[in-house]
């Protein structure tokens, strides 16, 4: 009699053999929801105040992890490819923002880095 929650040896090949075929189907449908994100920002007429750069950034440092870790530490081709892909996707992303608001429509990279607003300082005549 087989013991709840084992499985034999076929059932194993065949879900391996399943999640084999689904992960790589699943990185090209996922590599298609940053396309309408790509696009809004290459096409924009005005800097794009609704897509929150932090996130993307965040997104970004998140697959620079998972892609060292699947080159460096697993040496999984298919995973390597996977977060590689995001990676690009993320990066060209941030890149864009980036670009849009800083250089494109906006006062270029000083603002961008220093968050500099210019202030007049007026001295008072009777200080030194």
């Not at 709840?4 to 879900?15: K, N, S, W, Y």
């Not at 699943?26 to 924009?44: D, E, N, W």
Request: one cysteine or more; glycine letters at 8%; aromatic letters at 10%.
């Amino acid at each position: 009699m087989k013991k709840p929650g084992l499985t034999d040896r076929g059932e194993q090949t065949m879900m391996a053999s399943l999640f084999a075929f689904l992960y790589p189907m699943m990185t090209f449908i996922s590599l298609s929801g940053y396309g309408p994100q790509i696009k809004l920002l290459v096409k924009a007429s005005r800097p794009v105040e609704d897509i929150c750069l932090k996130t993307w950034a965040i997104w970004t440092f998140s697959n620079i992890v998972t892609f060292g870790y699947a080159t460096c530490c697993l040496h999984d081709t298919m995973f390597s490819v996977s977060a590689g892909l995001a990676l690009v996707c993320t990066t060209t992303i941030c890149c864009l923002i980036v670009h849009n608001r800083y250089i494109r429509f906006g006062n270029g990279v000083r603002s961008a880095v220093f968050g500099l607003v210019p202030v007049r300082v007026q001295r008072h005549p009777h200080s030194r």
